[in-house]
C-alpha cells in the first residue's frame, strides 16, 4: 500500500462527549430541518454517472462521478450547484463521506485508491493506493473513530486509512461468517457504525453483516420480514434504525436493529415513482437524499441525472 501527494491533514480531536453523542444518533453532527420551500428534486450534469452522495453539518450536498472522479457539491437549499473537484480520465469517485473538519474522503473504485479531497476548496490532498490486485473495486466508505473504512465489493478485507496526521492503513480481512460472492456480483458495498460503536455493520450480497474490527471476525445479522436485501447499496443509520437502499429495486427499506444487532427486523418500505436505481442516501435533517444511478438506462454523457429527497 503506497501514499502519494501526502500533505497534512486540518482534523482536529474533538471531545469525548461528542463523540459519544455520535454514535448514540448515529451521525456526528447537529442538522436543522430542512425548509418547506427546500427543493426535494435537483438535476446533476449530464453524463455525471452519480453513486455516492455525503452531507455533513450545513446543507450542502457532495456527489461522485463514476465517469471521470469528479465531486459536485448542490446546496439543498436553491438545488442549485457546481464542479468542486475536476474530474480526470480514467478515475472514479463511488462512495464518499464528509468529515467534521471539511475533508471528504473518496472511494476509488477499480482503480483500488482512496482519496481525500479538501470540500471547500475541491483540491486533492492525498491518494492512498489501498491495494495492488489486478480487479478491485473500491466501493464505500464510513468515517469511524480513527479511521476512515472502505470496503473492497471484489475481495474479503476492509481498508482502514487513518483520520488525520497519524496512523497507518489498515487491511483488515474479513473472516467468520463471511460470505465472500463471486466477483462481478453485488458483494461488499454500503457500511455503517453499529449502535455502541464497537464495530461495523456491513451489506454484502443481499445480506447484513456485523464486523469486529479488532479482528475481522464477521457475523451475520438474522433478518426478519424478508429473506434478504437484494441490491443492497448504501446504508444510513440512525440509532437502532437502518435504512438499506436497495438500488435496482427502486426502494428504501427500513429495519429496526436489536440491542447487540443479532437481528434485524423490518419495519416499513419507503418507495417513489422519482426512484430511478439509487445507490446510496444522505441524511440532513428528517430527509434522505438518494442520488440516481439510472444503471438500466444508457449511461453516456447524454444521459441526464438526479438526486431526490423523500421524509424520513
Known amino acids: 500500500m503506497t501514499r502519494n501527494h501526502t500533505r497534512p491533514s486540518r482534523r482536529t480531536v474533538l471531545g469525548g462527549a461528542v463523540a459519544a453523542l455520535a454514535v448514540a444518533a448515529g451521525t456526528g453532527t447537529a442538522q436543522a430541518a430542512p425548509g418547506t420551500d427546500w427543493p426535494?428534486?435537483?438535476?446533476?450534469?449530464?453524463?455525471?454517472?452519480?453513486?455516492?452522495?455525503?452531507?455533513?453539518?450545513?446543507?450542502?450536498?457532495?456527489?461522485?462521478?463514476?465517469?471521470?472522479?469528479?465531486?459536485?457539491?448542490?446546496?439543498?437549499?436553491?438545488?442549485?450547484?457546481r464542479v468542486l473537484h475536476a474530474g480526470t480520465a480514467g478515475l472514479a469517485s463511488i462512495g464518499l463521506r464528509l468529515d467534521r473538519d471539511g475533508l471528504l474522503y473518496v472511494a476509488g473504485g477499480a482503480g483500488g485508491t482512496a482519496r481525500i479531497v479538501d470540500a471547500r476548496t475541491g483540491e486533492l490532498l492525498t491518494t492512498y493506493q489501498l491495494t495492488g490486485d489486478a480487479?478491485?473495486?473500491?466501493?464505500?466508505?464510513?468515517?469511524?473513530?480513527?479511521?476512515?473504512?472502505?470496503?473492497?465489493?471484489?475481495?474479503?478485507?476492509?481498508?482502514?486509512?487513518?483520520?488525520?496526521?497519524?496512523?497507518?492503513?489498515?487491511?483488515?480481512?474479513?473472516?467468520?461468517?463471511?460470505?465472500?460472492?463471486?466477483a462481478g456480483t453485488n458483494s461488499a458495498n454500503g457500511l455503517v457504525a453499529t449502535p455502541d460503536g464497537r464495530g461495523l455493520i456491513v451489506v454484502n450480497a443481499g445480506q447484513l453483516y456485523t464486523v469486529d474490527l479488532k479482528t475481522g471476525h464477521a457475523v451475520k445479522v438474522t433478518?426478519?420480514?424478508?429473506?434478504?436485501?437484494?441490491?443492497?447499496?448504501?446504508?444510513?443509520?440512525?440509532?437502532?434504525?437502518?435504512?438499506?437502499?436497495?438500488?435496482?429495486?427502486?426502494k428504501i427499506t427500513v429495519w429496526h436493529l436489536d440491542r447487540k444487532v443479532t437481528t434485524a427486523t423490518l419495519t416499513r418500505t419507503i418507495t417513489d415513482p422519482r426512484f430511478d436505481v439509487p445507490t446510496t442516501a444522505a441524511r440532513f435533517g428528517d430527509r434522505l437524499y438518494l442520488v440516481n444511478a439510472r444503471f438500466t438506462s444508457p449511461q453516456t454523457p447524454e444521459t441526464t441525472f438526479s438526486a431526490v429527497a423523500v421524509s424520513l
Open 40 to 81: 426535494t428534486e435537483f438535476p446533476l450534469p449530464d453524463g455525471w454517472l452519480p453513486e455516492g452522495i455525503t452531507i455533513g453539518s450545513t446543507p450542502y450536498a457532495y456527489m461522485g462521478s463514476r465517469a471521470d472522479g469528479a465531486i459536485y457539491r448542490t446546496d439543498l437549499r436553491t438545488g442549485k450547484g
Open 135 to 182: 480487479a478491485p473495486f473500491i466501493n464505500d466508505v464510513v468515517l469511524h473513530e480513527d479511521h476512515a473504512w472502505f470496503t473492497d465489493s471484489r475481495a474479503a478485507v476492509l481498508h482502514g486509512v487513518p483520520r488525520g496526521r497519524r496512523g497507518e492503513v489498515r487491511a483488515l480481512p474479513l473472516t467468520g461468517e463471511w460470505v465472500q460472492a463471486p
Open 223 to 250: 433478518l426478519k420480514g424478508a429473506p434478504d436485501v437484494a441490491g443492497g447499496d448504501g446504508l444510513v443509520r440512525l440509532g437502532r434504525t437502518l435504512y438499506v437502499v436497495q438500488n435496482r429495486l427502486n
